[in-house]
């Protein structure tokens, strides 16, 4: 069984930034499957269609997961009811995730605002050899900086309003970035017009480049077609592929941003 | 024990209880979680002569107990369907219902002789497809268009012939009745009812597609009332669908008048709502003292 559907006993909850919630999970058996990149589909009980979730972190020893999310609507919010003791039904791990490069390859990830999650268990494969590049509205919305600093990984934070770090656009940082350093692989996710950029800086720079893509589910298995987005076949033609299966992740030159 | 076992135009099925075509692919995902020969069968991904690439994205919108799909028919087509999937379901002891679809007559009854030629049990026969923007569903709308593609699919379909509904009508009892006068062996209802959901900040549809197929509990009701009036109207077996999330569902609509049941969008809110209706409608029909789960079809007892 690649996935296995498991309640997951909320063990630790932190509001990280206002409106973004960090939960570590009880989750022995999705723990011990998941790669990087993966996701998890959540129940939201009084809700019909479980909601997309990135895994943010996982431990298969110590069994336990980690998912960070943002307050957008309905089921998150329902989401960030949840107390420490109760359950979570999850249903996981889902999807292809990252691609991973022996971990002394020089690696760069760039993430926009709650994209930022799925990057953090590439920067504990890289360690010092990962780069994080990651945008925010403000100061106050900054998250997971000093998490992936724990793993040894160099962290630049953009803002938008310049409370903090750089100001101005992840792709900004990621053109001086690619300018002065060389690096082997780029990671992303956030929104598509910042990856659709990013996507061209690693293409300019011929490197390769891996984006995670979001889409609206509703099996999350692969079985509906509910969350089909654009990709290019080799023939030069387009096909509609599934993200929850043959994505999140996919080689960016094969994404259509449109 | 009861006696699970049902059979719907000859064809023999281990329980009542299929998955509905599109939620359920052709079993390969949901067979990772469980062993899908448990289920009485299976109603694959609705396929069309040659692939299809369906409606662009978003392709689903929650709504208060329900969800909207307009995933517009995405398949790899008849070909792939005998010589890819088929092939994989064949090896499992489950009974098999090809979904076709079309956009013309020429197609449907190409699409038909394909499938029927080829080893599945029955041939679900999709007029009711509200996501495409020719053929679809509008060959289910009226008695006539119903009666000409039914009895020209019955010409060259060589397995007993399943015509599923659409709800999207004013009488569904005459449109059954009309599916039954050409020679359908059965029907199936309701495949989605058309909707709309709108972002009010951006003013957009949520579906790329503006309009989709609703289904999941916020249909429940409707269906109920539909099976019914159809099974007062045609004397072939009915199979329900729309909305069953429990085996007390499973149990409603079978009384309501249907032989058999089918599972669509339960699915997403739990991989294992078909095995849990299976179960729970088996240990109710022997609470009830029944010899056979068959003797709950339209034992409703009218006001
Ligand atoms: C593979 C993947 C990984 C994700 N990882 C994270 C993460 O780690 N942290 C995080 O905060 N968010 C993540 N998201 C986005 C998250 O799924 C949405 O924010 C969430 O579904 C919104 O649900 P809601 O009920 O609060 O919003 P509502 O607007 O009330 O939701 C209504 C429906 O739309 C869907 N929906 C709304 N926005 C999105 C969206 N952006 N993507 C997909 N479906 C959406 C919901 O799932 C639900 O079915 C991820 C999305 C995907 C596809
Ligand atoms: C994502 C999705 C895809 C569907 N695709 C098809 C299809 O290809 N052919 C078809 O006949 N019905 C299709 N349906 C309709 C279902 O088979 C079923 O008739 C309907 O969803 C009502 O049942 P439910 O409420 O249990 O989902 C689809 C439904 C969903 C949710
Ligand atoms: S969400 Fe069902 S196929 Fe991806």
Not at chain 1, 228 to 240: N, P, V
Not at chain 2, 167 to 181: H, K, L, S
Not at chain 2, 272 to 283: D, F, N, R, S, V
Request: charged share 20%.
């Amino acid at each position: 069984m690649r996935y296995v559907q498991e309640h997951c006993t909320l063990i630790y909850k932190e509001e990280i930034a206002k409106g973004v919630f960090s939960f570590t999970l009880k989750a022995p058996q999705i723990a011990s499957k998941t790669q990087c990149g993966q996701f998890v589909n959540v129940l939201c009980d009084p809700f019909q269609l479980r909601r997309p979730i990135s895994i943010g972190g996982f431990d298969a020893q110590a069994g336990i997961l980690r998912l960070v999310f943002e307050v957008r609507g309905k089921g998150t919010e329902w989401m960030a009811t949840l107390e420490e003791g109760q359950a979570l039904d999850l249903l996981g791990p889902l999807g292809h995730g990252f691609p991973l490069l022996d971990s002394g390859k020089k690696a760069v990830m760039i993430g926009g605002g709650i994209g930022t999650p799925p990057l953090l268990p590439l920067c504990r494969h890289y360690g010092r050899n990962a780069t994080v590049i990651s945008g925010f509205r403000s100061a106050s919305a900054v998250i997971l900086k000093e998490d992936a600093e724990a793993f040894g990984a160099r962290t630049i934070v953009c803002t938008d309003d310049g409370s903090t770090g750089f100001h101005g656009f992840t792709t900004q940082a990621l053109e001086e970035e690619l300018k002065n350093g060389t690096y082997d692989v780029v990671y992303t996710c956030g929104p598509k017009i910042m990856m659709k950029k990013v996507a061209e800086l690693a293409k300019a720079h011929n490197i390769r480049c891996f984006v995670s893509m979001e889409e609206r589910m509703a099996c999350g298995v692969g079985a509906c077609l509910g969350c089909a987005c654009k990709t290019k076949t080799e023939d030069g033609g387009t096909a509609m592929t599934r993200v929850c299966m043959n994505g999140p992740v996919f080689e960016a030159s094969e994404v259509d941003f449109e | 024990m009861t006696d699970m076992k049902v059979s719907i135009a000859g064809v023999e099925m281990k329980n009542p209880i299929i998955t509905a075509s599109g939620a359920f692919g052709y079993g390969m995902e949901y067979n990772e979680m469980y062993p899908i020969e448990k289920l009485g069968g299976i109603s694959c991904k609705g396929t069309t002569l040659h692939e299809r690439q369906g409606n662009p994205g978003p392709r689903i919108a929650e709504t208060p107990a329900g969800m909207l799909n307009s995933v517009g028919l995405q398949n790899p087509g008849s070909e792939a369907f005998v010589n890819t999937y088929l092939p994989w379901l064949r090896q499992r002891d489950i009974t098999v219902i090809a979904n076709i679809a079309g956009h013309s007559l020429d197609e449907y009854r190409e699409v038909a002789r394909r499938v029927s030629d080829a080893n599945v049990d029955l041939v679900e026969l999709n007029i009711s497809c509200p996501n495409v923007k020719e053929g679809g569903m509008s060959f289910g709308t009226s008695c006539e268009s119903v009666e000409t593609v039914v009895s020209e699919v019955r010409k060259v379909c060589n397995r007993p012939l399943i015509v599923k509904l659409t709800p999207n009508v004013t009488d569904i009892g005459a449109i059954a009745q009309a599916a039954e006068a050409a020679g359908a062996d059965a029907v199936s209802l309701i495949n989605t009812i058309t909707g709309m959901r709108i972002d009010i900040r951006t003013r957009r549809p949520i579906l790329k597609n503006n309009i989709g197929g609703l289904s999941g509990p916020a249909v429940f009701p409707v269906a109920v009332r539909m099976v019914r009036e159809v099974y007062k109207k045609v004397n072939i077996p009915i199979i329900g669908m729309g909305g069953v999330s429990t085996w007390e569902d499973a149990a409603e609509m079978m009384m309501a008048g249907a032989a058999a049941i089918q599972v669509g969008a339960a699915l997403f809110r739990d991989p294992y709502a078909p095995i849990k209706i299976i179960e729970g409608l088996e240990a109710f029909a022997s609470e009830q003292g029944l010899s056979s789960v068959t003797e709950l079809t339209g034992s409703v007892q009218e006001w």
